[in-house]
């Protein structure tokens, strides 16, 4: 809820063998992914070839009043983007889908992810005369495909093509004339489910939680190197010469933090594998308390997985202030302290004169954990044992999560959970270990990418890694 | 989450003993009630005699962008109010609070509640010369106020002679030149609490909650029947003539749905009560199964208490979509039952082939339960059981709650629980009793207002009640 | 254009004998009078006895959404309001029409112009138990209406009684429940057309501009102290006894600034006067030159005027930058100089190398005037001969303008012309004379108050004059 | 006023020798430029090699509030963009001024006018792997320019390249780096002004009124075929191989339509031109008259040259109600009609029982001018006679005027003027004959196309020309 860590999209697409509304389900469905990205969005249709889109800053709801979702009309297909960004970057060119109108035909792109050799693919076409409007990975993968396109037989080759050179994590949707194609990453970073309507209308969406919010059934997930075309003749799918050996490693923090808990990734329940985390962390960290709470939103399951595995009754003891929007504008003259207060009330009777065991599902700078653990006492607990879902995290993301830099997270400053205790006011501090983080899936064939916690990543990452790169000044051309 | 029940408003008042920035403290305290009234808000500051005002239709932070906060300025008080208005009755005059410029002093009033005899008091005033801009009762407190004034020694005498006419619900905060004055009918219909700052500043509330938002401490509640003045000497408490002999009879909604669970009202915790509400429904309608879950939000500490009653394990068994604002609006070709999906979504693995306790806190027209629970049915649950935290509301509130028409209850179209369940698909159906509804804050000296369960009211009620009587033809003044 | 000299009301009255969208009609009525005010506005819809209403901040255009107007729905009568209000005095409540909901009916009041006994009413309402909601003079004509009303045999005489009372300037229109009502001062000190549609409806405004906006032709306009009322059995006149036996005084800048050139007032074209005060001007103040320029917008049709009897050619000089509107906010680091240059540019070809006549209608400060001399002489004006279609103002007016307070009046400052010509930077300067004004009009029957340029006022004025009286402290009704 | 014919875009550029607020310098000189195009805007500052850049749709005033201007910071550069686009072209892509973020160096553009072989040279790119996000001619310069600057030894070289293979019409300004370079295309189709300020900094404007915005004084115009060349050594021409051997032709419609008057385009005055049309209009169409008046705003010069021309008096006939901005809706109930009513409303004093003269620059689809020839009979004018201050436009234009279909032309329809004539109602109708254009600026060295009347075109154009035809089918990626 506070924490400075941030997914950065979520992609939703639809393919109907008719023309009719898509547009509204592509809304629906970004409606549910909102949690996904909440700084820009976009939405393209395809009506027999002929696109229309619409993009801007905000939220889906924001973005898109009925006038203009009616103004992108009917269509047979149609394909959706939300994203976060970060804060150099909010430039009108990078908000998703990409929209590329070429004299072979037209395509759309919308991509969740983030690819670890841009910069090298995005050297050599501007040096070969191409030329980028915006910053984003995405505009790579565009071009890569255009390119590819030209030299192959139809869209799916190029599709195939353009993994045997893009690197990192990406799963991706495009529409071209006549169909639309999934793709995903070797590694699978991130998630991307199919689902499937009753009238015969297939979906993709980075989470299930959106299949469900347009009525689609889930069927599967596009699997890690895998390539899946939706024609009018149905869905086929295509094995690629990417595709991995070895078991695929996706964002452990999709399951700990950024998926929605009624989301099912790669067969997983989010929110089971949330609760199977707070079991672990029970049986890790034990503590004698009287009362177990979480930090909402997304510390409930945990806490509720941990009070189960421990005896310990579940309590709630926290109300959050639903108000608390985009509009919502803290007075100047109010500490950042106070924020939290605004956000975030206990509950007295919970916690008063109890000793309290309180999950949260990280911590970043450290802030607002020592200021909820302030309320908690100032709401009269005896105890505050903080126990975290997650285990520390000291190393940047490559794969589209975006962390915190090094100087500010607390798990950078201070070695020892004991020392982090300390700072944060808590009578004792218990992580989850890596190891567990491995286990809370284990029932589905699923590894994890936990680079963030070990420094120890799938794939090779880049040396020189800066945000808003082609935000500098790299060159001269006058 | 769905219904059509609501409260009608929020207050909060602020006195302190020298200039400061009050408006951003009514602020953050409308701001934790919002809850109670979403339509429209206002702010009145008085600063040291002199008034200035701003209020508009919508969300606190909607209304109030910090150059509105900033131009109604300083001052040693300030008045806040949220509301909640019927549909009719959107009238801009209607907004609180009523700032009353009179040649001997401004006023200010907010108010909560809903007065029995408003018509008489109203039909007087105007038969002798009074004119009325809205249709609130709220105005003919303000005309009682003034004509008493004018024959009363100060305005402490004044509220108490108003006190000795109207009749109803009102739990009102005043301000004039130099004081702040609370004041609650006798029965205590609404809740009213006051709150003292570290640096000596006094606040008051319609609930604690507001004063936690303002780092006020809860100090106790404005006794029904009594008056509470605030002025540079501090706070002093009058007990009036009307002072009731028998207990007070607060609305029991505002502990089973009303008021946030963190509030304490009239000494009592809101969760606690849901909670035991929970407890004594688990005693009242024990059945089998395998998952107790509650409807979020306030579905949620009853379904914490029957879990806890009963020894069924207590899981989530929802999730909300947290961006479902005021702006999201549902694409014209969606129905009426599609709506919930948008907001509510199961999380299938904590109810699939379970046996499923389901809680809410109340049934109004019967469409969303109904909704509800075929989600559960198509998630894979085996049975439903739907057990209501309250009985069956059947008749009208006299006293600020705005309740659906007869004609839309589900109560109302059927006596018996089990057609009720049969009418939304569940396996079994149990409401609350009335004596339990008496027994969820027994522990302190708090009694309760049935009558919309029971059609026996603590005060007569008017013959003839109708919504907006205002606004229709009553006579030609041509 | 830059003049801080503004008319404070608009109003727009219509009434059809069946039910029709006459919210529409008052809309486009208040859109051709926005010019009178551009703070606020309202319109009141009166469907058979049923009012409904809608007011807000704004434009006429902003406020009324299609949305919006369709809300307040069709009607058989139509009440609406354009509104200025001074700095101080932008509280909701003041936004007209006033709609009273009575026992008796229901009553819409709108009011142009400004009561000089308004004080002594409302300090004798308030106690006697009145109260006021807002600091407007339109109250206390509503409070005087309703008084009235209640003891007399209908409204028609409510209104001869109320005007009996109320002094001071005030061209008014009223809807009951079944009549709509104009009245207007006996001084006729603010304009009052009155015009009937092809289908029979008539039409009540501030200006004829609205008559025609609307498709009406102007018949006449209501008289000094002349009441007019509209029925299904048509419109009747009314001549009070307070009628006057002298001519009447209407406000002389009507015709000189306020009113659009398009209208016609008590039978006299506005373009007509101005042209003819430019006339009256070049006899007065004649000088060699080579062209004659008016700075627009009201200073063109006095250029004409001037050119004309000069026989110096008329030349267009300047442009005006049209997207100059309310979201345009200028850069904080430009001058208010600079404010000038954006709104308004020299078109240098007219006046290169060239002896230019300038007309303005009017000189506050100063400094725009100067400004834009300066202007010209950039451009290349060899002279700059300033020429103001009006006498100076050194005097308040009490009757409905907002005139600058005296410190900031050029006029004040300097008592000769030589002495301001030499302030402004011009060659010569030259204002109409107060016994021209008097001339602009004299084939019809209309005299005019000339108080702002005399200090004679064709009424006794209250001693002391207060803006926003009602704002500052008067009393401790604690 | 009401014509469907549109200028498609203003350029502003700005350089100075330092960093200072140039974002506040663009917007003025954007603002003024806004007739140029109302639909979208944008702004891009170079802080030393640092681009930022913010853009959107509406006016100036609209998309920069305060914070957004203050949001892309100081600079040493600045370019901004007006744009006014078809109805299928709304695509935020073709937002300018297009910025584009390069290995080699940052550039931004921004570009007035059309290309006539855009599409061969978008083919030839497409080809070869480029992609276009919008559907602009301009991205096709950008990767023109782009692909030449990596083939030459700096950017001006590149422009060279470049401006010898684009053609038609091109009025642009970039940023790179280090320098702000203008061009125009060898007939000078669209204007380009330069302008200095008195610190020494360089701005270039599609208008000189966009230079007395910003206080800054004409030097002179970019000549057709010439690149100038900013940096901090100054300002530099450089003669291009394409420098026409012939006179230039410029759009007669800049003058006669489009411009400012206060514009001084090529070194003739608008204003001048316009009074010169009508002066020669006089000599061309002489009829015997009482007054002679102008449709505002654009046919006013006319009118006073035709008036100073035949001796007939000039007479200000209408009133334009400067309230209808963008946010004016007319009611649904309303015809096309009544629309023209409520923009413009005839003074009557001036026009009744006289013969007029109406003075209107173009005549579209006659609808308008019919109605406004029936409100002037219905004011009381004897007769009506039209005069059009230039010929009929019959034929499309291929260089960045956006002209109604053919189907809609009234002069399409009817070949004689008296044909039109009695199709608008009008007692006679006379045009400016095009030879007669060709002496409106015959004091310059300026020449014009005059290819809308004529379908003669200074440069071959394309056979197929289709609006938007990137939103077409016309390939298949699948």
Redesign the interface.
Known sequence: MFNSIHEECGVFGIFDSRIS?LA?LA??GL??L??RG?ESCGIAVNN?????H???DG????VF??EK?DGIGPGNMALGHVRYSTTGGK???N?QP??????????ALAHNGNLTNSDEI??K???????????SDTETI??SL??D??NSA??REAVEKTMGKIQGAYSCVIM????MIAFRDPNGFRPLSIGRMAGGAYCVASES?AL??V?AELIRDVKPGEIIEF?KAGMQSFETHICPKEKSTMCVFEFIYFA???S?LDGV?V??ARMKAGELLAKEHPVEADVVIGVP?SG??AA?GYA?QSGI????G??K?????R???Q????SRE?TV??KL??????VRDKRVIMIDDSIVRGTTCARIVSLLREAGAKEVHVRVSAPPFRHPCYFGTDIDSRDNLIACKYEKAEDIAAAIGADSLGYLSVESTHKIAEEADVCFCDGCFTGRYPVPVPENHTKNK?????????
Chains 1, 2, 3, 4 share one sequence.
């Open positions: 509304e509204n809304y629906l409606h549910a909102q949690h909440q027999d070839g002929v696109f229309s619409y993009k801007g939220l889906v709801s924001e009043t009925p979702l430039d009108i060119n908000i990409l929209v590329i109108r070429h004299i072979k035909g037209n395509l995005r050297r076409t501007e040096l070969s005369g191409g030329i980028f409007h915006g910053t565009a071009y255009v390119d396109r030209l139809n869209m071209t004339a006549t169909s939680c469900d919010a009525g024609t929605r808990p009624d099912v329940s929110h089971h939103d409930l399951d509720l189960t009754p579940y309590g709630i926290f109300i202030n639903k108000y608390t929007g509009s919502f504008i007075p100047s003259q109010m106070d207060r605004l009330n206990v509950i007295k009777e919970t082609y935000d500098i000044k790299i060159g001269d051309f006058g």
